[in-house]
């Protein structure tokens, strides 16, 4: 990969014969683990504006209707994050000369306070190309990291790192959007509901508290705005906790609300559905994919694989958004199963194979399918890779119950180096289908009512309990020992069962974020509390080795968009799992009112939720939420000590067996975290919630 400075450029062409399409990354840590940013990408003309609402795209607008950007969405690199953008150059239409990718920060944060931002460029075959560091960072709200524009019949990359200490708004304004004031927005909102047809306006408080304006480069009249993020309506307690003497709290993401008003009218599914015309519980509705005679795991691969295929085929959005991720052009789809492919004396027959046709370029992808938690096999997956290569196929997919994770392959397979095409090897959980298609159905949408219908019934297929596509649903051969050793305190320090155990547990909580964030419309993600580009493996010894020491399995996760960061920890010899949440005090806040404040916040919060009192050095009064009713202030601290806010925990059994059963360990850390969300991080309102120091 070549790295170049601030201003340099490259030519995509003369880096690889595969830069027709380009996966572009921007990413980024932070010590606390907490710092974010949202990528944004506009295309602009000659004049350098953008030429039309459809040219701008982010975290709500996720991909051009003709396949040339989709916005993937953020992994989780280290301590921070990496948010991944597919761009499909030989589709970028011809008026448009830059493509120009950007991230901005809200709720008062900076770019300063972000650690290694870089953006890299690789091709199709997710082969680095170029790699570009900003090093000089400080009070800027909103970055343009790089460009990538025509020259001739090639396309160029260009390291911009231009910082605007105005935000989104003033980046927005630069290229063509007008930005509206906040009197004007608040009137707006009101009228429509954060709904459509406002068009192109970012609201200025939403940028930050500087983005009043426009830049002073603004010097003649926008052209038709693009749509860009604006705060809507959000529901907010009567009484947010505040300074004392007429201060104001900053507010988080969470409230300020970041849906977007758009024209682009899109179709989602209600998530109440209407009254139900049966005489009983026993009728069941009639569904397009039914699965109760599904006897054995072959047929439900076969099912499950076919049913999967022909419903990405058919609705395009939800096939683009699995695919592109893997190389994948925008394009006509058409999906076929039970394949038979040459292979020496035997022919083979990968469960399926998708072919998506873009300018007479045909990309192929072979699909090896796996449910019921049956293990994928490297031998069958050599065997596919080894055709894929010897056929100009592009990729090989394997999709099954299992979670992938960073540093960890889901199978070993042999790549021979001597030959020229490369196939690349990709891997989906069914937990990451059924996320992508909730998130289609219930939050961004898709082109018309009979596509949401087949989504919906894709997704009642994979959540049917004899589907067999349930995700990751069981911690393995390693959990029923290493449990018991930990209770019976005979668990060696370098027993490697305990690293199995952390990497089922990973995988866990990956797929607890992937349910969550589907329910919620928002990306959740694992926090990784350590430094950039250190070694998976060794991570996850030294949490094996505290594992052995603690008995306990502990883990954070952020929701995308919000300061909020929930510590779940499993403790294997109480028995017990323990979700937590810090909320930090206001300052200049006077102690008994914010704790009063506090509790009637937490009015519709579980009476068995803990609460303790921070200060300085350590914690201070505590009780459960019913006995702090009647006198809130028995968490006011003694002494006079500085109130630095407050942990919230709530506390429940753990499921004794390894898998998904009523009674198993995955499931009773799915509800607790569930109950917790909803219970009670929902019922902060303003209350920023943070990562705060975890007890032992």
């Known amino acids: 990969m070549q790295e170049i400075s601030k201003g340099a450029n490259v030519s995509l062409t003369a880096l690889s014969e595969d830069a027709g399409a380009v996966v572009v990354s921007l990413s980024w840590s932070s010590a606390s683990g907490a710092g974010d940013a949202d990528v944004s990408v506009l295309l602009v003309d000659g004049d350098g504006k953008v030429r039309s609402e459809n040219d701008f795209y982010f975290y709500n607008n996720p991909a051009a209707a003709d396949g040339s950007v989709q916005l993937l969405g953020k992994t989780p690199t280290g301590s921070g994050d990496e948010d991944r953008i597919s761009v499909d150059l030989t589709a970028v239409p011809e008026g448009v000369a830059r493509i120009v990718v950007a991230a901005s920060q809200y709720g008062g944060a900076r770019f300063g306070d972000l650690d290694d931002l870089r953006m890299t460029v690789a091709d199709r075959g997710g082969e680095p190309l170029v790699g570009f560091s900003i090093r000089d960072a400080s009070v800027e709200t909103a970055f343009i990291f790089g460009e990538l524009y025509r020259r001739g019949e090639e396309w160029k990359f260009r390291a911009v790192g231009q910082g605007y200490e105005t935000g989104l708004a003033g980046l927005a304004t630069d290229f063509g959007i007008s930005v509206l004031e906040e009197t004007e927005e608040a009137e707006e909102t009101g009228d429509s509901g954060g709904g459509e047809g406002a068009g192109g306006d970012v609201s200025a408080t939403e940028a930050g508290p500087a983005a009043q304006g426009a830049p002073a480069a603004q010097a003649e009249p926008a052209p038709p705005a693009a749509p860009v993020p604006a705060p809507v309506p959000a529901p907010v307690p009567a009484e947010p906790l505040a300074p004392a003497g007429g201060g104001t709290a900053a507010v988080p993401a969470q409230a300020r609300g970041r849906g977007p008003r758009t024209t682009r009218k899109k179709v989602t599914l209600p998530k109440v559905a209407g009254n139900s015309l049966a005489e009983n519980d026993s009728w069941r509705p009639a569904r397009l994919f039914p699965v109760p005679t599904l006897k054995s795991d072959k047929e439900r691969e076969v099912r499950a694989t076919s049913v999967l295929l022909s419903v990405m085929a058919q609705v395009p959005e939800f096939g683009r958004r699995l695919t592109a991720a893997f190389g994948a052009p925008a394009g006509r789809m058409q ?123 894709l997704l009642e297929y994979l959540q049917h309990e004899q589907s067999g596509c349930h995700g990751f649903q069981n911690m393995g051969a390693a959990w029923v020992p290493v449990r018991k050793g930990i209770e019976d305190e005979t668990l060696a320090p370098d027993d490697a069962r305990a690293v ?71 403790d294997l010899r109480t028995g017990k799992v323990r979700t937590t949440v810090d909320v930090p005090a206001p300052e200049g806040s006077y102690p008994l009112t914010t704790v009063k404040r506090l509790v009637r916040l937490l009015a519709g919060a579980p009476a068995d939720l803990h609460v303790e009192t921070l200060v300085e050095g350590g914690t201070g009064p505590r009780g459960t939420l019913e006995r702090l009713r009647p006198e809130p202030g028995d968490l006011v601290p003694k002494g006079g000590a500085p109130l630095g806010g407050f942990r919230l925990s709530l506390i429940k059994g753990m499921g004794n067996t390894r898998g998904n059963t009523e009674s198993g360990f995955i499931r009773s850390v799915d509800e607790a975290v569930d109950r917790f969300y909803q219970g009670v991080v929902a019922h902060l309102g303003p209350v920023g919630a943070r990562a705060g120091s975890r007890r032992g």
């Open 335 to 457: 999906t076929f199963t039970e394949v038979s492919l040459p292979h020496g004396e035997t022919p083979r027959r990968p469960d399926g194979v998708i072919r998506v046709e873009r300018a007479g370029k045909l990309w192929t992808a072979l699909v090896e399918t796996k449910t019921n938690g049956n293990p994928l096999k490297a031998e069958q997956v050599q065997q596919y890779m080894d055709i894929a290569a010897r056929r100009g196929y592009e990729a090989v997919i394997t999709l099954s119950n299992d979670v992938a994770l960073e540093g960890t392959a889901m199978v070993d397979v042999k790549i021979d180096g001597r030959r020229k095409h490369k196939v690349s090897l990709w891997h989906l959980s069914w937990a990451e289908v059924a996320h992508q298609a909730q998130m289609l159905i219930r939050h961004e949408g898709v082109g018309n009512a009979a596509h949401a219908w087949l989504l919906q019934e």
């Open 500 to 570: 199995e155990v952390v990497e089922s547990w990973e995988r866990l909580i990956r797929q607890v974020c992937l349910r969550l964030g589907g329910e919620l419309g928002q990306k959740a993600l694992p926090v990784q509390r350590v430094r950039r580009g250190s070694d998976p493996q060794a991570r996850r010894s030294a949490a094996a080795q505290k594992l052995c020491r603690d008995g306990r399995l502990s883990a954070e996760l952020r929701i995308d968009g919000t300061s909020s960061v929930i510590a779940v920890t499993a």
